[in-house]
């Protein structure tokens, strides 16, 4: 059943087969023509592609009945491989993140399977080799557009896109906190600058009290030296001349 072949191709994948592409969310996709598996069209987003890797691949014997309109998907490395055939015997191949959700890889190529219009079908029916890439010039520009919508799950996904909506408030949120710290820091250093001024206005205001002390007690050592000063010298003064008069008085009598 389809499970055994999805284990065949799991096991076949990990078995050292080359992988062809480093890329991002969605990486490559191409459409190749049933018969004999000659990639008609393809077109890479953001990677470095080998396609003989994915002939390699198309070319598997596991390839050779695939059910229309079904999703077959393995794993290679860092990347998913998704596969998907139709009633017109066409093959449809898309590579993703190993993480990218399997929903959106079955959207991608159904998607690229609309692509191929009547006219593009009928040029894939004509008889003879159908040269690689023939389908290029006229699918190349509709697949880039696919694979640069896929590769924004924000596009395809209402979830991712409110994914991302959380984000960028987390990142405003973020912002926000870190401006009020900083702002807590600057009122924290403004007080502390305010407790220190206090202090020493405090310190201040007691050093002008004990000044202005010392310099009462320095004004009255002052005054009373000079009152003492100055009853020294009238005394000196005074008594002398009290003591002449007093003796004058006394001859004279």
């Known amino acids: 059943g389809q499970k055994k072949k999805r284990r065949r191709l799991r096991r076949r994948a990990g078995s050292g087969m080359a992988e062809p592409l480093v890329g991002h969310n969605v990486s490559f996709t191409c459409v190749a023509r049933g018969a004999d598996r000659v990639i008609a069209a393809w077109c890479s987003y953001g990677a470095s592609v080998d396609l003989s890797g994915v002939r390699k691949v198309l070319n598997e014997e596991e390839m050779r009945k695939l059910e229309s309109g079904k999703h077959y998907n393995f794993s290679s490395g860092a990347q998913t491989w998704h596969v998907m055939g139709d009633e017109r015997d066409l093959i449809f191949v898309a590579i993703t993140a190993y993480t990218y959700p399997l929903r959106h890889a079955s959207a991608l190529l159904q998607e690229v399977r609309g692509a191929v219009s009547i006219s593009s079908y009928a040029r894939l029916q004509q008889p003879g080799r159908l040269a690689e890439g023939a389908l290029n010039p006229e699918l190349r520009a509709t697949l880039t557009r696919l694979l640069e919508r896929f590769d924004d799950l924000k596009k395809v996904d209402q979830l991712h896109a ?52 010392q310099m009462w007690w320095k004004k009255c050592k002052m005054q009373l030296l000079l009152t003492t000063l100055i009853i020294v010298i009238l005394a000196v003064i005074i008594i002398p001349t009290a003591l002449f008069f007093h003796n004058q008085n006394k001859n004279n009598k």
């Open 162 to 213: 409110t994914l991302g909506k959380v984000e960028s408030v987390k990142v405003v949120m973020q912002e926000s906190i870190e401006m009020a710290l900083q702002n807590c820091v600057a009122l924290e250093s403004i007080d502390q600058k305010a407790d220190e001024l206090q202090s020493q206005a405090g310190m201040f205001k007691t050093r002008a009290k004990k000044l202005r002390q």
